[in-house]
């Protein structure tokens, strides 16, 4: 075996300039896999990982995965509104720790307006219980204070002290505008990855200052109340479009999923997240199917490059193999030789691709961040990436058992004849 070690290494060394670039090619092809295997997972792990830390999702009676799309993806417009007062009520259970209620409806040039409160910076998650954080500026403290998700700030350009006009719904009609009551950016949130980048937040009174002259969703006509006069008001909300919830203790959530949905003033549900994603990424995940496709794809051109590169370099090995053939090695010693020479090359494009692969996700993770908005996670691979670092060597032995075959086939004399 040693023998065949040094045989297959000086052959290699001889031929070093050849089987470096089939090294890179299988280094590029499992650098592919892995960043394809790693972005597949992450995708759907910030998917699921849109809102964490939340036991509950609270909101009117309907379907889950609706609930969910309107009040974590800011995806369409609710049917109905809760009371505020359910809300109250809600807090005071006591197997619940927090109750951030938050209000949607109106817009400002396309992205969406989440009206809140400030414990909503304290308690809202997102990925491995990631807390908001105040990239510049501060928390709105004011009624008509705003403050940006990232995206938002750097697709409008706005930047602190920047006023904007909100409009009611989602903005067709041409008397939807609530120009008399411009709100002031004070403050634009770090990236997250999720939907809070896509949002503009305000305070839930000042939600309920916009709304003051108007019924049923349309202004009154000839009433509009000079700002001073509003401020003066009780902006306290009557209603919200719905309520995040944390409990004491997380066993206890379907004693409180049972009394939300029994609560007798008004019909409520309560929805896990964690369900409700499951149940809606069952709808959406062809992106997780796409790049799983994409994988295969990569590794079968990977293989089919592999073994035309060695069939290629088995024709001009002949003569070098029918003289080893000459000295006394037998059909099975060359064979064992290819494969070994086969094993070497893998292994070292699969190691060059394991190492290439680590560094691009250190030093390339937060630019991905910034840009896409998905946020890949750093550290040791996975063992279904370590599959794929397995599957690339043995799919390059594998690929020189074909050239072993044809090496064992081949005569003597036809390795030694003049016309090589």
Known sequence: MRGLFTIAWASAWHRRFALSLVVLSLALSTLLLLMVERVRHDVRENFSNAVSGTDLIVGARGGAVQLLLFSVFRIGQPSQAIEYRSVQALEKDPAVRWVVPISLGDTHRGFPVVATTEAYFDRFRYGQRRELQIQQGR?????????????????????????????????????????????????????????????????????????????????????????????????????????????????????????????????????LPGVALDELWGTVGQAEKALSLMSALVGLVSVVGLVAVVMTALEQRRRELAVLRSVGAGPRRVWSLLLLEGLMVSAAGAALGLVVWALALWAGSPWVQAEYGIILSVGWPRASEWMLVLAVVVTGVAASLWPGWRAYRLSLADGLSPHL
Not at 203 to 223: I, K, N, Q, T
Not at 250 to 269: C, H, I, K, N, T
């Open 139 to 271: 928390r709105f403290e004011g009624v008509f204070d705003a403050v940006l998700g990232a995206e938002v700030a750097e697709q409008l350009g706005y930047g602190l002290g920047q006023r904007m006009t909100l409009r009611h719904g989602s903005g067709e009609l041409d008397t939807a505008d609530h120009g008399d009551m411009p709100f002031t950016v004070v403050g634009i949130l770090a990236r997250t990855g999720t939907p809070v980048d896509r949002s503009i937040h305000i305070r839930l009174d000042g939600m309920e200052a916009l709304h003051v002259d108007w019924a049923a969703g349309v202004p009154m006509p000839g009433r509009r109340t000079p700002v001073e006069d509003v401020l003066s008001r009780d902006l306290t909300p009557r209603t919200v479009t719905a309520a995040l919830v944390g409990l004491k203790v997380r066993g206890a959530v379907f004693a409180v999923q049972r009394r939300v949905a029994s609560y007798e003033a008004e019909p409520l549900m309560g929805v």
